[in-house]
């Protein structure tokens, strides 16, 4: 009953997969057809906190601080000029992001198993049943040589993994949020079309006030909780995706 049920869960589950899949690449077929002889249309610019995928962020702060300087002061503390401080500072500020990544990766795995077993059994003496093997089964059992069991097992696996990957780009961010702490969040996106073809980056993070340089730009190693994406959508990109079908069925083929 156990298995009939689990079997009934999972050919459910399957098909539930099965028709998400298939309405989203309805969903992607009638996009495409609507695509067909235009250019990747690039996204409106919208206000960042109305994004349904934005989430203010929460971290542990200390107790705030009085300010450094009295209301009637022309300076400020940490001012880079002597009126005003050009370096993003509150919502609403522009901030550029210099974005550097050089990853690169090698590794080489390799394992090996292997695992023999025998068994071996008699009974010379079973209560008597032993002389009446030939009235059970259709040819006489010698019972010394009852049980006689092997098994052999081997296994060999490799895996390398050569990756290499460089990314240069700059953008301007956008100051989202302020922390009590006086951190800055950040959250900038860029769309680049080239033909049929459109590049979208987006940075989103937590920097300091005091690692933006003069000149208001800031590093990508700098930023905290850094999240950079980078990527492309247009018909190039979708001819090196493999079809819904196929991706369907590497997620439920088991083998």
């Known amino acids: 009953m156990q298995n009939s049920y689990s079997i009934r869960t999972l050919v459910f589950r399957l098909a539930a997969a099965g028709l998400v899949t298939a309405s989203l690449g309805a969903c992607n077929i009638v996009q495409r057809l609507s695509d067909v002889g235009q250019a990747p249309k690039l996204a409106t610019i919208e206000n960042p906190v109305r994004a349904k995928s934005y989430r203010p962020v929460t971290m542990p702060m200390p107790s705030p601080?009085?300010?450094?300087?009295?209301?009637?002061?022309?300076?400020?503390?940490?001012?880079?000029?002597?009126?005003?401080?050009?370096?993003?500072?509150?919502?609403?500020?522009?901030?550029?992001?210099?974005?550097?990544?050089e990853d690169e990766a090698s590794l080489n795995n390799t394992t090996a198993r292997s695992r023999d077993a025998d068994e071996d059994a008699h009974a010379t003496s079973i209560l008597g049943i032993e002389t009446r093997f030939g009235e059970i089964f259709p040819e006489a059992i010698d019972p010394t040589?009852?049980?006689?069991?092997?098994?052999?097992?081997?296994?060999?696996?490799?895996?390398?993994?050569?990756?290499?990957?460089?990314?240069?780009?700059?953008?301007?961010?956008?100051?989202?949020?302020?922390?009590?702490?006086?951190?800055?969040?950040?959250?900038?996106?860029?769309?680049?079309?080239?033909?049929?073809?459109?590049?979208?980056?987006?940075?989103?993070?937590?920097?300091?006030?005091?690692?933006?340089?003069?000149?208001?730009?800031?590093?990508?190693?700098?930023?905290?909780?850094?999240?950079?994406?980078?990527?492309?959508?247009?018909?190039?990109?979708?001819?090196q995706q493999p079809r819904y079908g196929q991706q369907l069925f590497d997620i439920i083929f088991p083998f």
């Not at 002061?73 to 009126?83: K, N, Q």
């Not at 390398?160 to 949020?177: F, G, I, P, Y």
């Open 65 to 101: 601080e009085p300010p450094s300087h009295s209301a009637n002061s022309l300076w400020r503390s940490g001012a880079r000029a002597f009126f005003k401080d050009q370096r993003a500072a509150r919502v609403g500020d522009l901030v550029t992001v210099n974005v550097t990544i």
């Open 145 to 239: 040589d009852l049980v006689d069991l092997g098994s052999d097992s081997n296994h060999t696996g490799k895996g390398s993994v050569d990756r290499k990957e460089t990314v240069k780009v700059k953008l301007a961010a956008t100051v989202t949020q302020v922390l009590p702490n006086g951190n800055l969040v950040i959250s900038g996106r860029q769309e680049i079309r080239v033909n049929f073809e459109v590049r979208e980056l987006s940075v989103t993070g937590i920097v300091r006030p005091e690692d933006i340089s003069a000149t208001n730009t800031i590093n990508s190693e700098q930023i905290a909780e850094a999240r950079v994406a980078y990527g492309g959508r247009g018909q190039i990109s979708d001819v």
